[in-house]
T-cell receptor, first 114, second 115 residues
Framework: NAGVMQNPRHLVRRRGQEARLRCSPM?????VYWYRQLPEEGLKFMVYLQKENIIDESGMPKERFSAEFPKEGPSILRIQQVVRGDSAAYFCASSPFRSDEKLFFGSGTQLSVL | AQTVTQSQPEMSVQEAETVTLSCTYD???????LFWYKQPPSRQMILVIRQEAYKQQNATENRFSVNFQKAAKSFSLKISDSQLGDAAMYFC????????????FGTGTSLTVIP
């Protein structure tokens, strides 16, 4: 049973470009969470999704950021018109149930904006 | 909002010795979960141990144990018989019923294990 898969592992973008980060949850998990880790900081919640629904996006910037988790395929975190401040490690986590207290994390995508 | 504080940015321990990492948190909720996650250089976040707030007994997982002091809102991690593979960043995290979608993480403690 593969764990949470994130790709790419490293992503380099120039200012103004778009970044698309992918996350495939563990098999059987229908709840996906995205977190961002800035240098020297802990993980900060961004968004929580179930299949085809955004449940909580209270941690996500209102502009340029969007997330989806379609019925088929991976969850996508999309950042439009990236700026240097978007450089961070972006982690995806999944769980089988909303009330499950455990999260299973992927290895993250390191986004570098030049 | 819930906050999690790790006041030790860096810690070191001799191999085979014991080390304790500190964590405090602030919450008005009475029922919640606390976690310690390990992040090695591979960046993978690995669950080390978790504690349910309603349980008075401290959680234990092999060489890892916690000292949970609910009244003091303290949740320290003790690593016994430290091994080289324990070297990593350790994050304390909180999850509550009201804020159930979110885990709140501390800023981490970097643990070095000295051979």
């Amino acid at each position: 049973n593969a764990g949470v898969m994130q790709n790419p592992r490293h992503l380099v973008r120039r200012r103004g470009q778009e970044a698309r980060l992918r996350c495939s949850p563990m098999k059987g998990h229908s709840h996906v969470y995205w977190y961002r880790q800035l240098p020297e900081e802990g993980l900060k919640f961004m968004v929580y999704l179930q299949k085809e629904n955004i449940i909580d996006e209270s941690g996500m910037p209102k502009e340029r950021f969007s997330a989806e988790f379609p019925k088929e395929g991976p969850s996508i975190l999309r950042i439009q018109q990236v700026v240097r401040g978007d450089s961070a490690a972006y982690f995806c986590a999944s769980s089988p149930f909303r009330s499950d207290e455990k999260l299973f994390f992927g290895s993250g995508t390191q986004l570098s904006v030049l | 909002a819930q906050t999690v504080t790790q006041s030790q940015p860096e810690m070191s321990v001799q191999e085979a010795e014991t080390v304790t990492l500190s964590c405090t948190y602030d919450t008005s909720e009475s029922d919640y979960y606390l976690f310690w996650y390990k992040q090695p250089p591979s960046r993978q976040m690995i669950l080390v141990i978790r504690q349910e707030a309603y349980k008075q007994q401290n959680a234990t997982e092999n060489r890892f144990s916690v000292n949970f002091q609910k009244a003091a809102k303290s949740f320290s991690l003790k690593i016994s018989d430290s091994q080289l593979g324990d070297a990593a960043m350790y994050f304390c995290a909180y999850r509550g019923p009201v804020t159930g979608n979110q885990f709140y993480f501390g800023t981490g403690t970097s643990l070095t294990v000295i051979p």
